[in-house]
């Protein structure tokens, strides 16, 4: 069964700095993964799609990556700004038939004046 | 933009009713899914549908939960009879083909009481 991971589970920082969240995952076997904001008490806002053959994707200040093989992918955030705090999530989808995103816990995201 | 729409955006219902929740997925767009949220835990799949039919389930969606598309725009979740543990918030997806980026709505919040 499928287990995704992510750390930190929370982080703050001032503003400015660049970061990055972490999410790991424990069958290779995947599709493609998915990057995610929520902000509190709202839906899910896609921010990347990234597929299992490519190594990076970027939209923006954003960036992700992915090393199937290793079950990892990072979600860099550049020069942070207060309107990036949020719930950022990971969820990966399956090789086989299946078309489910199984999610990650999340990473709480605070940026600070 | 294209977006997910779902109504009502919460909903209190007694223990025991049956609820409907409600979701416009974006219009071009041939995969819908069932989300779901319990306060402070991971997002959960519920069910994805294809063709006028359940295309995957998960362990959560038994005989109290069904799905249909009544017509050309909606997409709805049926409840049978709600429990406590039936509260969460309840998210709508949709994506164009089965392992394409999806797309959510900004939730349903039910609370059974």
């Known amino acids: 069964k499928q287990e995704v991971t992510q750390i930190p589970a929370a982080l703050s920082v001032p503003e400015g700095e660049n970061l990055v969240l972490n999410c790991s995952f424990t069958?290779?076997?995947?599709?493609?993964l998915q990057w995610f904001r929520q902000d509190p008490g709202k839906g899910l806002t896609s921010l990347l799609l990234i597929q299992s053959s490519q190594r990076e994707q970027t939209s923006g200040r954003l960036n992700a990556s992915l090393d199937k093989s290793s079950g990892r992918s990072t979600l860099y955030i550049a020069a942070s700004q207060p309107g990036d705090s949020a719930t950022y999530l990971c969820?990966?989808?399956?090789?086989?038939?299946?078309?489910?995103?199984?999610f990650g816990e999340g990473t709480q995201l605070t940026v600070n004046p | 933009e294209p977006e997910v729409t779902q109504t009502p955006s919460h909903q209190v219902t007694q223990m025991g009713q049956e609820v409907i929740l409600r979701c416009v997925p974006i219009?071009?767009?041939?995969?819908f899914y069932w989300y779901r949220q319990i306060l402070g835990q991971k997002v959960e799949f519920l069910v994805s549908?294809?063709?006028?039919?359940?295309?995957?389930k998960s362990e959560i969606f038994d005989d109290q939960f069904s799905v249909e598309r009544p017509d050309g725009s909606n997409f709805t979740l049926k409840i049978r009879s709600t429990k406590l543990e039936d509260s969460a918030m309840y998210f709508c997806?949709?994506?164009?083909?089965?392992?394409?980026?999806?797309?959510f709505g900004q939730g349903t919040r039910l609370t059974v009481v």
């Open positions: 997806a949709s994506s164009d083909y089965r392992a394409t980026e999806a797309f």
């Open positions: 969820a990966v989808r399956p090789e086989t038939s299946g078309s489910r995103l199984t």
């Open positions: 219009s071009n767009h041939l995969y």
């Open positions: 069958d290779s076997a995947i599709y493609n």
């Open positions: 549908f294809y063709n006028n039919e359940i295309s995957e």
